[in-house]
């Protein structure tokens, strides 16, 4: 099992994911994406580190847009390795438009949302949707670059205040009655997992930030439904979603590609995400056994493509 992460050393939530793995009986080996390269000749692209081709039965990451060219790596293996989640839908989750044009088309309530690349329109919907109304950047993370405007003079201060990447801006429906409190739900496989309450600082309207206060919540099953069809429509694997309780019920304010396990001491999110990549491994089939009738023919086969290889130049193990 290959893990890839972002540059640097590994995270808290990386260490605690490839011990995990390591009891499950796997051999996990945890790379950062600056240390991999793809070589591409006729027999397709092959994923390498330290030169060599890695042998690699499923991989799991923790890439997003930090990591572009990482998720260049990842696209060119990932037709043929099991994986954990796709480059599209990882590229989708981090644009937070593109999201809630995905989840809308699906069905997915979310808050309204425009997106808007001068302060003519943003002082167009953000008269439309009524004072105070957020700003944001439209791929910031973690309540970052995200305001609150009550009023047109500081909408346009506060928007000036965090276009530092970017013109276009998004404004949205503020959903007051949420009352500072967001609950950060983990779908895995498409099944929801489990969910905490975050509460923010006080004074601050965010609630999904660094040193907020989480406390494991108890969703309904509206709320659980909500999740799932958000995890269906973003096409993500693993996916950490950001849900407000609104006046006309559960919405969607984000979606993210790798859940991060801190705040969930109550549930070990290792379980499912394992399990998952086992069961895309067990389903992925080499096509060069996929005519075999029987175990016999089948061991036969392996036999065959094992003898085949052994001529060939020895590969890194990492499975």
């Known amino acids: 099992m290959l893990i890839i992460t972002g540059e640097g050393p590994a995270n808290d939530d990386i260490k605690y994911l490839e011990k995990g793995a390591r009891q ?5 080996r945890v790379v950062p994406w600056t240390q991999l390269s793809v070589a591409l000749d006729s027999r397709g692209p092959r994923l390498c580190a330290d030169g060599a081709p890695l042998e690699v039965d499923g991989i799991i990451h923790q890439m997003s847009t930090d990591a572009l060219d990482g998720l260049i790596i990842l696209g060119a293996v990932e037709e043929d390795v099991p994986h954990l989640n796709s480059v599209d839908a990882v590229l989708r989750s981090a644009d937070k438009f593109a999201t809630h044009v995905r989840l809308v088309a699906h069905g997915v309530p979310t808050p309204p949302t425009a997106f808007c690349p001068n302060d003519h329109e943003l002082r167009l919907f953000a008269r439309d949707y009524g004072y105070p109304v957020v700003l944001k950047q439209p791929d910031g993370a973690r309540g970052a670059e995200v305001t609150l405007a009550a009023s047109e003079e500081e909408l346009f201060a506060k928007a000036a205040s965090i276009r530092g990447r ?18 950060r739900v983990v779908v895995i496989g498409g099944k929801f997992v489990a969910a905490v309450e975050q509460t923010g ?14 406390r494991p919540v108890t969703l309904t099953e509206e709320e659980i439904s909500v999740v799932e069809r958000a995890a269906r429509a973003s096409d993500l694997d693993l996916m950490s979603a950001d849900l407000l309780r609104g006046e006309d019920g559960p919405v969607i304010l984000e979606t993210n590609s790798f859940p991060a396990f801190g705040g969930f001491d109550h549930v070990d999110l290792r379980v499912p995400l394992l399990d998952l990549i086992e069961r ?3 389903e ?7 005519g075999a009738a029987s175990e016999e023919e089948m ?5 065959e493509i094992m003898v085949t290889s052994a001529g060939e130049e020895p590969l890194a193990a990492s499975t």
Not at 170 to 181: H, I, N, P, S, W
Request: proline residues 10%; contains cysteine; charged residues 25%.
């Open 24 to 28: 499950r009986g796997h051999l996990p």
């Open 166 to 183: 970017g013109t276009p801006l998004l404004v949205q429906r503020f959903v007051a009655e949420a009352a500072g409190r967001n609950h």
């Open 201 to 214: 600082r006080p004074g601050d309207f965010r609630s999904n930030g660094p040193g907020d206060v989480c």
């Open 280 to 282: 895309k491994v067990a």
């Open 284 to 290: 992925n089939v080499p096509l060069a056994l996929q």
């Open 299 to 303: 061991e036969e086969e392996i036999e």
